[in-house]
């Protein structure tokens, strides 16, 4: 079922701008895509599941662009990639989003479905308009979940020196995760915008909104310098938590042998005098059993203070 209620196929039209977004990326939609709008089977083929890589081609008659985008999944904390494709004409832009992944973009279809003036308002100034706010909210959406990942960091940052925390490597494990997928989907966004830019005139207009054009570019700078520092910052906190966890093992380590250490004369002492060797001495000493104590304390205390003397503890 469509997320959000959002109809499979919504039309939107206007005197010089008309809107087709279809969340349903199975051979039936695509099939009414092609003979509606007449776009090569070969592009058809690439909205179709799996993901493919961001690109821009100019066909004869349209241009068509491919774009992933992240998008949060709350219940698992997760970040997930989805796929955006665009068709572009002169007065019509058709979309796909398959199963309507993105909350961004239900959410500007809403707003867009809501009534007749916020309806007007979407379709205002033609193809390159609409297509610029759609890129814009798509990109907006990006700088909250790079602030839950900020968040998250934080909340590791700030327990990294509780050793004893058993979660802490499986939220640097996700954390790492997530800035993975998030520069998987942003990696091809300037590159394929600056494309768009310098390849849609005659579809677009790149002059006129020049200016909106390089917010958008900017944007996605802004975007991957935010998700280079959470990359060096969460690598920086998985090292010193790794060091953490070896420096406490050595500490266990060190622990264990000087215990072995002190324990093995004490052994071997209590080993001999438990043979009942005949002629063992001190056996007969009144004060005999005093004296291995005080052999065996002795030796304890001489062991303790060269290890103190090394700096051993």
Sequence with gaps: ?????????????????????????????????????GFSEMDLREVRP??????LVVRSGYLFMILLF???DRKSGEIWISEVDFFITKDTLVTVNHRGELPALRGFLSACSK???????CLRGGVTTLLYKILDVLHDAAFPMLVHISQDIDAVEEGILDIGNRTAVEEILRIKTNIVDFRRAMQGHKPVVERLIARGEG?????????YWSDLVDATKEIWTFLEVQRDTINALHETHASLLSFR??????????VSVIL???TVITGVFGMNAVGLPLVDHPQGFYIVIGVMTSAVLIMLGIFKAKKWI
Excluded: C
């Excluded at 959002?6 to 809107?19: A, G, R, T, V």
């Design 1 to 37: 079922m469509p997320k959000g209620g959002i109809e499979p196929l919504s039309e939107f039209k206007s005197p010089n701008l008309f809107w087709v977004h279809s969340i349903s990326a199975d051979d039936a939609a695509l099939n009414q895509l092609r003979r509606r709008f």
């Design 203 to 211: 579809f677009i207009e790149t002059k006129t909104f020049a200016s």
């Design 70 to 72: 992240p998008y949060y």
């Design 264 to 266: 093995l004369p004490l």
């Design 115 to 121: 009534d007749r003036a916020r309806h007007d308002e």
């Design 249 to 258: 093992t050595n500490e266990v380590m060190k622990t264990l042998t000087i």
């Design 50 to 55: 799996p993901l493919q890589r961001p690109k």
